[in-house]
């Protein structure tokens, strides 16, 4: 009976090793760490849940039938989680922060600095992702999005309206004969994320002439594109607060308006009630009200 129930207490988290789809995380178990721990269920349950089929597995009619009770008990023990995590009242323990990777990156350290220095028993956790993480299933505690969730379980203020511009190294505009008017960017390299239309769609509905061919270096990493732009390999598109401040690329075309990149702080409303979150969402909050004034304050200073 008990390793029964050892099997059934761990069994959403064997489930979602054996049914997840690949890529992997790195620290995904391995396939012959799921292929014990399957057994192992396996044997407790006295069933078989998985066949081979060709190189890969399948459920069985059995693991069929067990799969949704199975995903209810992985739902119930997130949101007990959450419940506990929303009850700890002391200004200690760790708090996980999510944001795209620029932002990780260049804007959250001062902020973290005054986090730690006003709460030291906060320890910090930060997820640099483009992805959006679960924050429902406690992939973080507060993350820093660019978009408005529009799940009732989050919570979500906005903090900031930022804008995107094209930058690039004087070296590369030089090579260009010069940049003065949108149509001159027709033979520029501009960097993408993917091979999709969304940067082509963005930039011509600001009037740049691009096609699929302007991409002809494309990344996911966007840290990896701002690199390749400070040494002068093409254009980046980067949020002006960070932009502005790098002494190494310029401003391409004055002119041209702005991407508009909102700013939104996410929680789950259950960790909101968290005082150490709370101490950690608001603070963040002011960083970023401090990073919308500055950047005022710089429009200002060059009108």
Not at 79 to 93: I, K, N
Not at 274 to 279: F, G, N
């Amino acid at each position: 009976m008990r390793a029964l129930q050892t099997a059934v207490t761990s069994a959403p988290r064997w489930w979602a090793s054996c049914t997840a789809w690949w890529p992997t995380p790195p620290e995904a178990p391995t396939i012959n760490t799921v292929g014990r721990q399957v057994a192992a269920l396996e044997e407790a349950l006295g069933v078989a849940l998985f066949e081979r089929v060709g190189r890969g597995i399948a459920l069985t009619a059995a693991g069929l039938d067990l799969l949704e009770h199975v995903r209810a008990m992985g739902d119930a023990a997130a949101r007990v989680s959450l419940t506990a995590a929303g009850q700890a009242m002391a200004l200690e323990g760790v708090v996980c922060i999510t944001a795209s990777e620029v932002i990780a990156a260049h804007l959250l350290p001062p902020i973290i600095a005054r986090v730690r220095a006003a709460h030291p028993g906060i320890e910090i956790e930060i997820v640099a992702s483009n992805a959006a993480q679960d924050l429902r299933q406690r992939e973080a505690d507060i993350a820093v999005r660019n978009f408005r969730p529009r799940d009732p379980e989050l919570i979500a203020r906005k903090v900031h309206d930022s804008g995107a511009r094209l930058y690039a190294a004087p070296a590369y505009l030089e090579r260009l004969g010069g940049v003065r008017a949108p149509e001159d960017l027709a033979r520029a390299e501009i960097f993408g994320f993917d091979r999709t239309t969304m940067m082509v769609d963005g930039l011509k509905a600001l009037g740049v002439p691009v096609t699929a061919a302007s991409f002809p270096i494309v990344t996911s990493n966007h840290l990896v594109q701002w690199e390749l732009a400070k040494q002068g390999l093409g254009i980046c598109v980067m949020m002006e607060e960070i932009g502005e401040r790098e002494p190494r690329v310029r401003r391409v075309l004055d002119a041209l308006p702005p991407l508009p990149v909102p700013v939104w702080l996410v929680t789950h409303k259950e960790v909101e009630t968290s005082r150490r979150i709370r101490v950690v969402f608001d603070l963040l909050a002011e960083g970023f009200l401090a990073v919308r004034d500055e950047m005022a304050a710089l429009a200002a200073s060059r009108a």
